[in-house]
């Protein structure tokens, strides 16, 4: 079995590995977080704490999944809040984990109202041990508009919350940004003036995710009534990956310290925010449907990729595909790739002459009498959906022509591969 070290330095802090519990329902008392260190998690965000004057009081229920065909937890609808135990009970917790687990990282999660409660609520959670101290400034479903998301968009106001935790703890101070916002580098170069030294990223995205057809009620559906709250999982991963490559990419900000999260649920989606940018990772919906062992397929399928890409500390790989992500206007467009189709793996469904003629540009039709598509190479403009949607990955990648009138030569075109991930490691899988 391979072995390489996942070990990072973040902020400051020595992680054993980059996977990290993110602060929700997952982490949410004692006996949850230690059976998580138990499980191989590199550190935790406790799930965030206020003060007793704000009274959790949850609806039920308060989850919803967005499915696709027969895919459960496409994405996960949260209306849960901050922590429902009293602030001393929690602050316990913690003391007795960093006890407990002195190698372990624990990261506080504190959300506050006014200067004051940031203030005393970093003194508190550096007092119970916590290494970092993570500034909730980005929960879609607050009832509170001076807490969560709302103060989130507002550069003053963060950089102004965030000199109030300074003056409370000598910690690193980690906000962790809203996704529902145009630009995040406001925000982020407010609250570095103010004294945070990282960042985490993305909370959830504010979704309705279904609606009863029956009932007429969005869901979860409370005593007929439903709300706006936040949507993780898979299909926030694309959002996320943006404001990564936002941030990485902003003058001043390239080097920007970043613990990545949104829909990390397998080795490949963890590599991915490693690349973009990312030092540590946060997980909770995968954990929620799958338990906390997916830590093991995860860390076990980086080490593989790590063997294969030849680094020995993961820090070789953060930020490396930010460069290879350009303005539009920037990419290259003077060739044109068609599609190869394997017809010994085809096996005849129509699924890309569909796609095709109603999607696309009508370049694939149909031979009754063989049962096969045939391809026009004079209408196709080399967009490759054909490739996308076919089930048994029967079209690749094929030749390379330059456009007419245009200059090169397209065997020194990169094209790379159409699907995601051209290989996984047998032993990852």
């Keep these: 079995m391979i072995k390489k070290d996942l070990s990072v330095d973040f902020l400051g802090v020595h992680f054993e590995n980059p996977f990290c519990l993110s602060s929700s329902p997952v982490d949410n008392c004692y006996e949850m977080c230690k059976r998580a260190y138990d499980a191989g998690w590199g550190g935790i965000v406790y799930k965030t704490v206020s003060t007793d004057r704000f009274v ?19 994405a996960f609808k949260n209306m849960e809040q901050l922590s429902e135990h009293p602030l001393e009970q929690d602050l316990a917790d913690m003391k007795r984990l960093k006890e407990e687990y ?13 200067d004051d409660e ?25 009832t509170s508009h001076k807490m969560g998301s709302d ?13 109030a935790v300074r003056k409370g703890s000598s910690l690193p101070i980690m906000p962790k940004m809203t996704p529902n916002i145009t630009s995040m580098v406001p925000i982020v170069k407010a609250c570095l003036e103010g004294g945070a030294a990282g960042f985490s ?29 936040g949507l993780s999982g898979k299909g926030v991963k694309p959002i996320a990956l943006r404001f990564l490559q936002q941030l990485r990419s902003a003058a001043g900000l390239e080097q920007l310290p970043i613990s990545g999260i949104g829909g990390i649920e397998t080795w490949e989606d963890a590599a991915e925010f490693i690349l973009m940018g990312a030092t540590t990772l946060q997980v909770t919906t995968a954990v929620m449907q799958y338990g906390y062992r997916v830590v093991e397929d995860m860390k076990n399928g980086l080490m593989h990729y790590m063997e294969e890409q030849g680094v020995d500390h993961l820090s070789e790989l953060v930020g490396l595909a930010n460069k290879n992500i350009l303005p539009t206007n920037q990419l290259n467009r003077n060739y044109k790739v068609y599609p190869k189709i394997d017809w010994d793996k085809c096996i005849g469904c129509g699924r890309c002459v569909i796609s095709c003629q109603d999607g696309a540009h009508q370049a694939l039709s149909w031979d009754g009498d063989k049962r096969l598509p045939v391809f026009d190479k004079d209408k196709c403009v080399g967009c490759q959906l054909c490739a996308l949607v076919c089930p048994v990955g029967a079209i690749k990648l094929g030749i390379v022509e330059m456009k007419p009138g245009r200059e090169g030569d397209p065997s020194k075109i990169n094209v790379g591969s159409q699907r995601l991930h051209t290989y996984r490691p047998a032993e990852a899988k």
């Design 201 to 229: 990223l993305i909370n959830t995205v504010k979704s309705v995710a279904n609606v009863d057809l029956d009932k007429h009620v969005g869901l979860p559906n409370i005593d007929g009534k439903s709300s706006v709250s």
């Design 102 to 114: 002195p190698n372990k990282v624990l990261i506080a999660s504190i959300m506050g109202e006014n």
């Design 118 to 142: 940031w203030t005393y609520l970093a003194k508190r959670v550096e007092e119970a041990g916590a290494d970092i101290i993570e500034m909730n400034l980005s929960c879609p479903q607050m």
């Design 151 to 163: 103060v989130g968009t507002n550069p003053a106001l963060c950089k102004q919350d965030v000199i």
């Design 56 to 74: 959790i009081d949850e609806v039920s229920p308060r989850f919803d999944e967005l499915t696709k065909e027969d895919t459960p937890f496409v």
